[in-house]
């Protein structure tokens, strides 16, 4: 199965979560979703989709990877568009940027 899309948000919060990721495998499967997390040492790492089990309070993947060479495989490609994408204050400034060119 290969990866053939990635599309990711960035976002702008304080917290552990800092992306959110869709990856598209062979054209033809895609899953959203997958949040780019922090952990404490500061590394960054995927979560899969997941639902909160109401009687319990912990949560469960919706669907995952089934072994961990796949599972790095999405990571690397997230990870890769996370590094290369602009934070979302470079994107507000460049949209606030196109806007006023477009006005003068």
């Not at 917290?15 to 869709?22: D, E, F, G, I, N």
């Not at 899953?31 to 989709?49: D, R, S, T, W, Y």
């Not at 319990?56 to 490609?77: E, L, M, S, Y």
Request: net charge negative.
């Amino acid at each position: 199965m290969e990866i053939t899309d990635v599309r990711l948000r960035k976002v702008n919060t304080e917290t552990r979560l800092k992306a959110v990721a869709s990856v598209t495998f062979d054209n033809e499967f895609v899953v959203h979703e997958i949040k780019v997390i922090e952990n404490p040492e500061g590394v960054l790492f995927i979560a899969m989709p997941s639902k909160k089990i109401k009687s319990t309070g912990d949560h469960k993947d919706i669907c995952h990877p089934i072994n961990q060479d796949f599972r790095t495989k999405i990571q690397t490609a997230i990870l890769e568009v996370y590094n290369n994408a602009p934070d979302p204050d470079e994107e507000a400034e460049e949209e606030a940027e196109d806007e006023s060119d477009e006005e003068k």
